[in-house]
């Protein structure tokens, strides 16, 4: 069982930033892929990024690359999104999500393919 809680949510204007943070429980986090993904109201998740368990390999959204970077402390237990050149169009709930996998360098988009959910946390991206 994996416990995640993200933070760093809030109100920015457009072309700020934020730094979100996922931090998991127990001492298996290295074990475990990591995603984010968002939910803007109205609309379908969508995959934002993903990293491997070792953190060798990541993963961006088409709409995202170029502007946020995923990457991940284990001996921290924890994840992060830092969220660059933010626009309205970000704004949304953000959720982190882990997948065990044995491959080091496996990462996913689909959200199917993950074991454990976090409750999320609210970006806000004012014009």
């Known amino acids: 069982q994996v416990h995640l809680v993200e933070s760093g949510g809030g109100s920015v204007q457009a072309g700020g930033s934020l730094r979100l943070s996922c931090t998991a429980s127990g001492r298996t986090f290295s074990s475990y892929a990591m995603g984010w993904f968002r939910q803007a109201p109205g609309k379908e998740r969508e995959f934002v990024a993903a990293?491997?368990?070792?953190?060798?390999?990541?993963s961006y959204g088409d709409s995202v690359k170029g502007r946020f970077a995923i990457y991940r402390d284990n001996a921290k237990n924890t994840v992060y999104l830092q969220m660059n050149s933010l626009k309205p169009e970000d704004t949304a709930v953000y959720c982190c999500?882990?997948?065990?996998?044995?491959?080091?360098?496996?990462?996913?988009?689909?959200?199917?393919?993950?074991?454990?959910w976090g409750q999320g946390t609210q970006v806000t991206v004012s014009s």
């Open positions: 990293i491997s368990r070792s953190g060798g390999r990541t």
């Open positions: 999500a882990a997948e065990w996998n044995p491959n080091t360098l496996v990462v996913h988009s689909n959200s199917e393919q993950y074991d454990y």
